[in-house]
């Protein structure tokens, strides 16, 4: 079973400042998915990164997938208060879209 | 466009009974995936259903069991409740059923075992 780390667990900026998270597993990806998720709600889809050394941008958030698509990494740019949440990493283990695995995410909060 | 919708949003129960959610994913969605969410073991897939049949299903006791409506509304019930049920319950609903495409989560519902 693929299994998904992501570090840091927790993380603590104040706003302004740039930050990177990350993603590793020990197998091949075929995809993997980022995700955010503020308190009170459901995870929201960011991004969906496929082919190796793919970079996609959104806004403040730079998404990298690994050469050898085993990591992945997100970069925030001048971090504001509304990034805070916890950012979790997803990739499906075969088949279909609704079955997906999860890291245990990295919970950021962005200070004023 | 309405999201998916999830029902009750919170209950407490004692440990030994047992609880029905239910999940309304958006319209024109015809799949629907459950996870649970806790603070040690994080997100957790369950089941997932697909025009009303069980496409894939977690590593969870017998004691979770789904199912899916011909309107694709999903229902899931957890019997005999113990302590470590306590979670956050996720449903997530997408369109095709494929194996790509935006899976859609919903708000929760947050169950407190005693």
């Known amino acids: 079973t693929q299994l998904l780390e992501q570090s840091p667990q927790f993380l603590s900026i104040q706003e302004g400042e740039n930050l990177t998270v990350y993603c590793n597993s020990s197998?091949?990806?075929?995809?993997l998915q980022w995700y955010r998720q503020e308190p009170g709600e459901g995870p929201v889809l960011l991004v969906t990164v496929v082919t190796g050394g793919e970079v996609k941008k959104l806004k403040r958030l730079t998404f990298q997938f690994g050469d050898a698509r085993k990591d992945s990494s997100l970069h925030i740019t001048a971090a504001q208060t509304g990034d805070t949440g916890l950012y979790l990493c997803a990739s499906q283990p075969g088949g279909s879209q609704g079955n997906l695995i999860f890291g245990k995410g990295t919970k950021l909060s962005v200070k004023p | 466009k309405a999201g998916v919708t999830q029902t009750p949003r919170y209950l407490i129960k004692t440990r030994g009974q047992q609880v029905t959610l239910s999940c309304s994913p958006i319209?024109?969605?015809?799949?629907v995936s459950w996870y649970q969410q806790t603070p040690g073991q994080g997100l957790q897939f369950l089941f997932e259903y697909f025009s009303e049949t069980q496409r894939n299903k977690g590593n969870f006791p017998g004691r979770f069991s789904g199912r899916q409506f011909s309107n694709s509304r999903s229902e899931m019930n957890v019997s005999t409740l113990e302590l470590g049920d306590s979670a956050l319950y996720l449903c997530?609903?997408?369109?095709?059923?494929?194996?790509?495409?935006?899976?859609?989560f919903g708000e929760g519902s947050r169950l407190t075992v005693l």
């Open positions: 997530a609903s997408g369109r095709s059923g494929g194996n790509t495409g935006e899976l859609f």
């Open positions: 319209s024109g969605h015809r799949s």
């Open positions: 197998s091949v990806f075929s995809s």
